[in-house]
């Protein structure tokens, strides 16, 4: 029966749309995993120093990972493999291989000797504190991660190509679970490292589960010296994304040694917070930039009147929907955090600062959204090196940003006052992280903005055809939001709050209604974007050709 169920999972799927619905189920199962990751977290640390040590920890391994192993990229490898025979196949899987080992060896290596004095410089608040050394031991034990991410992301494209989506989709459920198991099982035994180690099994199970797989194609994978005929077009053509990437994780690992400067927790809410926006951003998002890449790619530079119609579909589609889920976001943050979140240690002024942050970041939604649809779309359009220019711009605005609204809530303490209270928080300590919030927010909507003048030359009138549906979501998000409120303050003396089910339910209730709501002023706005999607259901139509995610995303820790 093992076996039986073994067979089925690493099978191929030959129907695309089995494939595209086996991938967006599992890709949820892989959301629903990383939020009981997150719950287990505050569970059992709260929004304390130690979280923050965990954290701190991944930020330079995910540099590392952003920057060396994506330099392997699976947007590249698959084309080459795609049509090759098995022999030049596994000559560049296990010359990719060897590069990833060699290169982002050495890098590891030399950042794990140096590990003290480098995360003592980024975090000196952390000097002094009792878990130090278990501090640098996990950032040692994390640094062995990149390496076997890499090699996951290059196994990985085999089975993408062979379409062992099952296996491919599997792959970040494993990984977090790996995780748990070291927060539930090694931390009580080994502390911090503890938790590096469950990392590292997840990480490890994300390789081993495609063995199967390449033993199947009889490719065995071996140390072979990287060449240079065939890496130099590998690493060239994969240059422009890895650097995009790692200005990402640069952003993030700036964002995280300044609140690390802040209010022990800081760190944790914010990160957590930004798990919880992640959510509806690959749901609706990421989707949306990966569905529409293929039909971007095989219209630009022939059919400009195509490739803008692809564009502006898919994003007028990301607008509404990340407006409406903005809309239920704000009303319902605290239930959302509630539910996910709040357990065991992470208390109540935990909870109500990351409601708060969750609230400020998921304005930047859209943005973010448009930012993965534009930049697959330049890529495309063979512009690669755009995405990393305004990548470089967006991290710059971003720090300055941070910088400066942290400075003028030194020299004026009421700006920061005004938008704790807004949010209900100005009896919170630790409220400078929001200012953080609303940097990385900034950051991303110009962002957004630069991207959409930079297409302007290869998808005219784009930035036009954008307007009706960020009017027509906003009045759907407003409508939606404010039934959802309603709903809370009708129900909100019938059942006191202070179970799990009773926020749940409360919390349900009014967001089914808000939505309710949202989608009714959509269909009597007549709106374009709902209309499409209530006839995809209707007529259960085969989705578009999709591309799986890339392997090399740096994975949310």
């Known amino acids: 029966m093992v076996r039986r169920l073994l067979n089925k999972i690493a099978a191929p799927i030959g129907g695309l749309h089995e494939a595209a619905y086996w991938l967006m189920l599992l890709t949820l199962a892989s959301q629903v995993l990383a939020l009981l990751r997150d719950r287990t977290f505050a569970h059992v640390f709260g929004a304390g120093q130690i979280l923050d040590l965990y954290y701190a920890a991944f930020r ?23 049509g090759s025979s098995d022999e030049d196949t596994q000559k560049l899987l296990s010359q990719s291989i060897t590069f990833l080992v060699i290169g982002g060896g050495v890098i590891c290596l030399v950042l794990a000797i140096f590990a003290p004095h480098l995360l003592f410089l980024m975090y000196p608040e952390f000097v002094n504190s009792p878990h130090r050394e278990g501090f640098i031991l996990l950032t040692r034990i994390l640094l062995v991660q990149p390496i076997i991410l890499g090699i996951s992301g290059v196994v990985t494209s085999v089975s993408q190509v062979h379409r062992r989506f099952v296996l491919y989709a599997l792959s970040p459920v494993l990984y977090n679970l790996g995780i748990i198991i070291g927060t539930v099982g090694l931390y009580p035994l080994y502390g911090l490292p503890g938790i590096g180690v469950g990392v590292l099994i997840g990480a490890v199970a994300n390789v081993l589960i495609h063995i199967p797989v390449l033993a199947k194609l009889n490719l065995y994978l071996t140390f072979s010296w990287p060449k240079w005929k065939t890496m130099l077009p590998v690493v060239r053509d994969s240059i422009p994304r890895s650097l995009a990437l790692g200005m990402g994780a640069l952003t993030t690992l700036a964002l995280t040694i300044l609140a690390g400067r802040l209010s022990a927790g800081s760190i944790s809410t914010f990160t957590l917070a930004g798990n919880l926006e992640a959510v509806p951003l690959s749901l609706i998002g990421a989707s949306y930039a990966v569905a529409a890449f293929p039909a971007l790619s095989a219209s630009a530079g022939k059919d400009r009147g195509e490739f803008t119609r692809v564009l502006s579909s898919s994003g007028r589609h990301i607008i509404l929907w990340s407006i409406v889920s903005l809309g239920l976001i704000v009303v319902l943050r605290a239930h959302i955090v509630r539910v996910i979140l709040g357990s065991g240690a992470f208390g109540w002024n935990a909870t109500r600062l990351t409601a708060a942050l969750l609230a400020i970041l998921a304005i930047g939604l859209v943005a973010q959204g448009l930012v993965l649809l534009f930049s697959r779309a330049l890529y495309a359009a063979k512009q690669s090196w755009r995405p990393l220019l305004y990548q470089v711009g967006g991290f710059l605005v971003t720090v300055l940003s941070a910088i400066g609204l942290l400075y003028w809530s030194q020299v004026a303490p009421s700006s920061l006052d005004h938008i704790a209270v807004w949010l209900r928080v100005s009896d919170v300590s630790g409220q400078g992280v929001l200012l953080l919030a609303l940097a990385a927010t900034i950051g991303q909507i110009l962002l957004a903005i630069a991207s959409i003048v930079a297409l302007r030359s290869v998808a005219p009138g784009l930035a ?45 209730i009014a967001g089914m209604a808000g939505l309710i709501v949202a989608l009714a002023v959509l269909a009597l706005l007549r709106n374009q974007e709902f209309a499409d999607i209530s006839s995809a259901l209707a007529r259960l139509a085969p989705l578009q050709k999709i591309l799986p995610p890339s392997a090399e995303e740096p994975v949310q820790p």
């Open 60 to 82: 330079v391994p995910d540099l590392v990972f952003a920057l060396v192993a994506s330099l392997v990229s699976a947007y590249v490898l698959i084309p080459r493999m795609t």
């Open 464 to 508: 036009g055809t954008l307007l009706r549906p960020l009017i027509q979501g906003a009045l759907a998000a407003l409508a939606g939001g404010a039934a959802s409120y309603g709903v809370l303050y009708l129900i909100g003396t019938v059942a006191p709050l202070t179970t799990l089910f009773a926020v749940l339910s409360q919390g349900f």
